[in-house]
């Protein structure tokens, strides 16, 4: 059974600073991960789709890494601003079964101005 | 081009009353998905449709939750006889094609309360 672990769950740091956030799987048989931000009350926004052939994907300030073989992502934010404040959740779509999006539970991300 | 349209946005039902949450998908989208968000936990799959089929219902409580996608119209998730531990915000996800190769597109969830 596939599981997606964020680390850390919660992380407040100052304007301007960079930023990473983890995502870790077990089962490295996936298709593509996607990062996806979500504002409270909200719904999600899809930031960044990396397939599984793909070792990276950028988007303006964001940078998303894989490394399959590792079981690992990496969401990497520059000059972070407060309108970064948000949750971020990472999803990977398993190979096989494919159906579907596994979760992980996110990261809370405080940019403090 | 308007996204996944989810209503109503926010749903408060009494104990044992009837839950109906509505999706459009995005235009020239087949395939429906049902996420659920329990508070404090991350998104888990429900169920995925394409037209007029249930493709993958794996996710679903087996009792009291049903789903459809008929050919007009949008896709409903019906739950009956609703619990307070129903309450949770449900998104539903919407991709051209089977999702292993597209990008998911969300929409805004429907906040069920049950009260």
């Known amino acids: 059974k596939q599981e997606v672990t964020q680390i850390p769950a919660a992380l407040s740091v100052p304007e301007g600073e960079n930023l990473v956030l983890n995502c870790s799987f077990t089962?490295?048989?996936?298709?593509?991960l996607q990062w996806f931000r979500q504002d409270p009350g909200k719904g999600l926004t899809s930031l960044l789709l990396?397939?599984?052939?793909?070792r990276e994907q950028t988007s303006g300030r964001l940078n998303a890494s894989l490394d399959k073989s590792s079981g690992r992502s990496t969401l990497y934010i520059a000059a972070s601003q407060p309108g970064d404040s948000a949750t971020y959740l990472c999803?990977?779509?398993?190979?096989?079964?494919?159906?579907?999006?596994?979760f992980g539970s996110g990261t809370q991300l405080t940019v403090l101005p | 081009n308007a996204g996944v349209m989810q209503n109503p946005r926010h749903l408060v039902r009494r104990r044992g009353q009837e839950a109906r949450l509505r999706c459009s998908p995005m235009?020239?989208?087949?395939?429906v998905y049902w996420y659920r968000q329990l508070p404090e936990e991350g998104l888990k799959f429900m169920v995925y449709?394409?037209?007029?089929?249930?493709?993958?219902e794996s996710g679903m409580p087996k009792e009291r939750f049903s789903a459809e996608f008929p050919k007009e119209g949008p896709s409903i998730l019906r739950i009956q006889q609703v619990v307070r531990g129903d309450s949770a915000a449900y998104f539903c996800?919407?991709?051209?094609?089977?999702?292993?190769?597209?990008?998911?597109?969300f929409g805004q969830g429907t906040r069920l309360t049950v009260v």
């Open positions: 996800a919407s991709s051209p094609r089977r999702q292993e190769n597209t990008e998911a597109f």
């Open positions: 089962d490295s048989a996936i298709y593509n």
């Open positions: 990396i397939q599984s052939s793909q």
């Open positions: 999803a990977v779509n398993l190979s096989g079964s494919a159906r579907q999006l596994t």
């Open positions: 235009k020239g989208h087949s395939h």
């Open positions: 449709l394409q037209k007029e089929n249930i493709i993958d």
